[in-house]
């Protein structure tokens, strides 16, 4: 008997998350990378040789394989939605990075053309899967904290250049890559949606045309408020990407979490550096390993099109507020 392989294909490798996404799914048992698309064949190409798999530069001719049931969209922000349409419309199962896209009316058609074609389509915010989080989550919901009342989030990193601080591609900077994350993971803790948000958005680390930093207040519908500081402050030598920090607070207890805080420092002076090697879980790991999960026994995403949607409507009432000076109202 043949062994059964899930057949996936990448489209795009526009974003660093893909050749992380590549090298797991590479390493998963019976999952096989059938083929990779890129508009920039150069990319594609190498990613193909590392990778393995047939190569594409048109994502319409890998869609009509019949050996692939699922594809991960990692191209820029503002293609995620005709790659995922046509994604659905060819039946296949989708994976898509964040921000799902960069427009509500593109989220919703997304949304709605898989519902339609009955696949899958599952939204890429990997610390869901982090163990501290997961930890935070369960002390949450046990009700060890009391009432929820307060949420300080912080999400700072490095500025990755490129497509991400050209507005066309990426439809905003620091707060559009950042905000998605944070303001998921609330969601996920407070079981309730943000009503209002206000805003202040610039550009202050480099010479750009998109932001490099902001400070969102955001009200939710059960009355918790939160803030949320996401920025590209990092500079290049720092030892770690950035950070994802969250502080709850509640009427019986405050709790402060850093999502990625599984590190050591180490210093070494035969080599006169210093090192941040990271020893925790792979967010990412649980991600694929979720979605490939989805994909095979018919169950709904952990993190779906609508929880995607929900963080893009926050991101983008953030920069209306930013632009306005004034409060907006969501619900």
């Known amino acids: 008997?043949?062994?059964?392989?899930?057949?996936?294909?990448?489209?795009?490798?526009?974003?660093?998350?893909?050749?992380?996404?590549?090298?797991?799914?590479?390493?998963?048992?019976?999952?096989?990378?059938?083929?990779?698309?890129?508009?920039?064949?150069?990319?594609g190409r190498a990613a193909q040789a590392r990778f393995g798999g047939a190569f594409y530069q048109d994502y319409q001719a890998l869609l009509t394989r019949d050996d692939i049931e699922a594809v991960i969209v990692c191209s820029e922000n503002s293609r995620h939605a005709e790659m995922v349409i046509a994604a659905a419309q060819a039946h296949k199962h989708v994976l898509c990075e964040k921000p799902m896209a960069t427009r509500v009316e593109d989220a919703q058609r997304m949304i709605e053309t898989c519902r339609q074609h009955g696949v899958k389509l599952q939204i890429a915010f990997p610390v869901r899967y982090c163990s501290p989080l997961r930890r935070l989550k369960q002390t949450v919901d046990a009700g060890r904290l009391g009432r929820i009342v307060a949420i300080r989030g912080t999400n700072h990193g490095q500025n990755p250049g490129g497509w991400f601080v050209e507005r066309q591609w990426s439809g905003g900077g620091a707060v559009m890559d950042h905000t998605v994350h944070v303001v998921d993971i609330m969601r996920w803790l407070t079981h309730s949606e943000v009503r209002e948000v206000y805003a202040e958005i610039d550009t202050r680390f480099y010479d750009i045309e998109t932001d490099d930093c902001g400070l969102l207040m955001l009200e939710f519908d059960n009355g918790v408020f939160a803030s949320h500081d996401p920025s590209w402050s990092r500079p290049q030598t720092y030892p770690t990407w950035g950070d994802v920090t969250l502080e709850v607070v509640g009427t019986e207890g405050i709790?402060?979490?850093?999502?990625?805080?599984?590190?050591?420092?180490?210093?070494?002076?035969?080599?006169?550096?210093?090192?941040?090697?990271f020893f925790g879980d792979s967010m990412d790991a649980g991600l694929l390993t979720d979605f490939v999960a989805c994909v095979r026994t018919d169950k709904e995403p952990f993190i779906s099109g609508e929880d995607g949607l929900r963080a893009l409507e926050v991101t983008l009432a953030a920069y209306e507020s930013a632009q306005s000076g004034r409060p907006v109202r969501l619900r």
């Open 255 to 277: 709790t402060r979490v850093d999502a990625l805080a599984q590190h050591l420092n180490v210093y070494q002076d035969q080599e006169g550096r210093y090192q941040h090697v």
């Open 1 to 43: 008997m043949t062994e059964y392989h899930l057949g996936v294909g990448i489209l795009s490798f526009a974003h660093m998350h893909a050749y992380t996404y590549a090298d797991i799914l590479r390493r998963m048992p019976s999952v096989r990378i059938q083929a990779v698309a890129d508009f920039d064949e150069e990319r």
